[in-house]
């Protein structure tokens, strides 16, 4: 293995290393965002209309089921050996995770809390957006963080189709030109994306949950609102 070619791409790649984890990074959380897009909406029907949970639940769990390449083959006909390709079956299978995250935090928030909402006037999208959804950061930040590290892997698999697989396309070049520390670099930094993404969005749940109970000793438990308290109190300001 020849480390001092750690970075040094094939220029088949068209792409520096940075330019490739650019790349990943796009394709990776594009089809989450647009998961995430779709899933609030979805979601708050499946509140609102409890018998609709089980069959949204099951399309998206059999979409899930369905492999990478076959989707790539039922799309390429008409998307070409393109990003969008590779984006869509991601943005599909964030559905899985992402709608049942946001369905058990929406209706985690007390019957109480709703109906203080409503007697203040609240209708049912401001209800949703202002109280619910607030309440239920945490869950959607857990399923947000699954969806993101699992996104983040599974770009590699476009290196099938056109050399779409971002930092994944190394390791089809490592193959190619016997350079093994090619591969070795794709896993290594598709790792570190992950981590880093993690850790991120652990951040964003820090900042936008400041009701919840930090690790803390000293806190007193009397002194932090409820969360159903503080998002109603934040949503009335």
Known sequence: MNWDRFFDIPSDLQHTWLG???????????????????????????????WLYPPVLWVTT?????PSLAFFVLLIDYTGQTELTVMI??????????????????????????????????????????VQLPIAVPAIIA??????VSSISLVSVGALIGNQGALGNMINDANIYNRPELALNAVLS???LAVLADALLVLVRTLLTPWMPRSSPR???????????????????
């Open 143 to 148: 399923g947000l963080r699954v969806a993101t």
């Open 219 to 237: 806190t007193p438990k009397a002194d932090r609102p409820e969360p159903a308290a503080a998002a109603l109190e934040d949503a009335a300001r």
């Open 190 to 192: 598709m790792a570190v």
């Open 89 to 130: 079956p991601l943005t599909v299978y964030s559905l899985v995770v992402l709608v049942p995250a946001i369905v058990d935090g929406v209706r985690s928030v007390p019957q109480e809390t709703l109906a203080a909402a409503t007697a203040m006037g609240f209708g049912p999208v401001r209800r949703y957006v202002q």
């Open 20 to 50: 490739l984890v650019g790349l990943h990074l796009r394709e990776a959380l594009l089809p989450v965002l647009a998961g995430l897009v779709i899933s609030l909406p979805l979601a708050q029907l499946c509140v609102r209309f409890r």
């Open 62 to 66: 059999v979409l899930y089921a369905i």
